[in-house]
């Protein structure tokens, strides 16, 4: 809990930072062409250099470790390599390879809204979702955001409720480059046995500024189709659409178990 702490700081000192000046980048990066792309790394390797100049040429100024975290207003152009800065002060460059893109998907209050599967004879549900969290994977280097999301749902007659946790990566599953990041609903209630849970992921890219579905854990679940993709340009728009994708893609017997019409496989005394 402590390291989560810490890295909430340090990630949050990082975004108010974010916009870079001119003036700023005058120094190491001064007579150096930068591409438009600011953003915040996470850095994946050990004893990464840091260089004077945007090629393996460049003399060494300083070392980063893994789980630094560094802001950067580009890349210098033509090449792979990152101008970065950390706590204000141009630091030099990184090859890119050795970072990834590092998002913060918190958010102080709660997210509501209504997503409406009638017309797909589904519920209409409202929903409420709240920030629970961030978890900081101790062997790997990995971030996410953790929520709970409470739903209120009417299906012809019928009204339920329900929870789910949500997950959202604040880095690339992969550790790349490009900036995809997982958003994953649990539901644990409804499993066929253990540790075999009722689970539908979404992937958000934020360049593309698009959520699409990527799978559900349970096919007796999964409706045939979840081939669908819907813009978002936040991450907490990201999250929203993400779950509007997830409900749709339960088919109608995992909609009959989540309402409570037909009990989870894994209550199934057998014969």
């Given at each position: 809990m402590k390291k989560a702490f810490l890295f909430t700081l340090v990630l949050w000192g990082c975004l108010t930072r974010l916009i870079f000046s001119e003036?700023?980048?005058?120094?190491?990066?001064?007579?150096?062409?930068?591409?438009?792309?600011?953003?915040?790394?996470?850095?994946?390797?050990?004893n990464v250099n840091v260089r004077s100049a945007p090629a393996s040429t460049g003399k060494v100024l300083t070392k980063?470790?893994?789980?630094?975290?560094?802001?950067?207003?580009?890349y210098a152009k033509?090449?792979?390599?990152?101008?970065?800065s950390q706590d204000g002060r141009d630091l030099g460059f990184v090859y890119?390879?050795?970072?990834?893109?590092?998002?913060?998907?918190?958010?102080?209050?709660?997210?509501?809204?209504?997503?409406?599967?009638?017309?797909q004879k589904k519920p209409e549900c409202s929903y409420e979702v709240s920030y629970e969290g961030?978890?900081?994977?101790?062997?790997?280097?990995?971030v996410s955001t953790d929520y709970l999301a409470h739903f209120k749902c009417r299906m012809g007659f019928d009204i339920f409720t329900f929870n789910s946790m949500l997950f959202m990566s604040e880095v690339p599953?992969?550790?790349?480059?490009k900036p995809v990041f997982q958003i994953t609903m649990n539901l644990p209630d409804i499993a066929t046995g253990y540790e075999e849970f009722l689970s539908s992921t979404a992937l958000y890219d934020q360049k593309k500024q698009l959520v699409s579905m990527d799978n559900v854990s349970l096919k007796i679940f999964r409706e045939d189709d979840i081939s669908q993709t819907l813009e978002a340009k936040t991450t907490k728009q990201a999250i929203e659409q993400a779950l509007?994708?997830?409900?749709?893609?339960?088919?109608?017997?995992?909609?009959?178990?989540i309402a409570g019409k037909i009990p989870s496989p894994a209550d199934v005394k057998p014969n």
């Amino acid at each position: 809990m402590k390291k989560a702490f810490l890295f909430t700081l340090v990630l949050w000192g990082c975004l108010t930072r974010l916009i870079f000046s001119e003036s700023q980048a005058a120094s190491l990066f001064d007579g150096v062409k930068l591409s438009d792309t600011y953003g915040i790394y996470m850095v994946t390797k050990t004893n990464v250099n840091v260089r004077s100049a945007p090629a393996s040429t460049g003399k060494v100024l300083t070392k980063l470790e893994r789980r630094d975290i560094v802001e950067s207003p580009g890349y210098a152009k033509g090449t792979q390599w990152l101008a970065i800065s950390q706590d204000g002060r141009d630091l030099g460059f990184v090859y890119a390879h050795s970072l990834t893109p590092l998002i913060d998907a918190s958010f102080d209050k709660p997210l509501v809204g209504r997503i409406d599967l009638s017309e797909q004879k589904k519920p209409e549900c409202s929903y409420e979702v709240s920030y629970e969290g961030r978890s900081v994977e101790e062997e790997i280097v990995f971030v996410s955001t953790d929520y709970l999301a409470h739903f209120k749902c009417r299906m012809g007659f019928d009204i339920f409720t329900f929870n789910s946790m949500l997950f959202m990566s604040e880095v690339p599953i992969d550790l790349g480059l490009k900036p995809v990041f997982q958003i994953t609903m649990n539901l644990p209630d409804i499993a066929t046995g253990y540790e075999e849970f009722l689970s539908s992921t979404a992937l958000y890219d934020q360049k593309k500024q698009l959520v699409s579905m990527d799978n559900v854990s349970l096919k007796i679940f999964r409706e045939d189709d979840i081939s669908q993709t819907l813009e978002a340009k936040t991450t907490k728009q990201a999250i929203e659409q993400a779950l509007k994708l997830q409900l749709a893609s339960f088919n109608e017997k995992a909609w009959r178990t989540i309402a409570g019409k037909i009990p989870s496989p894994a209550d199934v005394k057998p014969n």
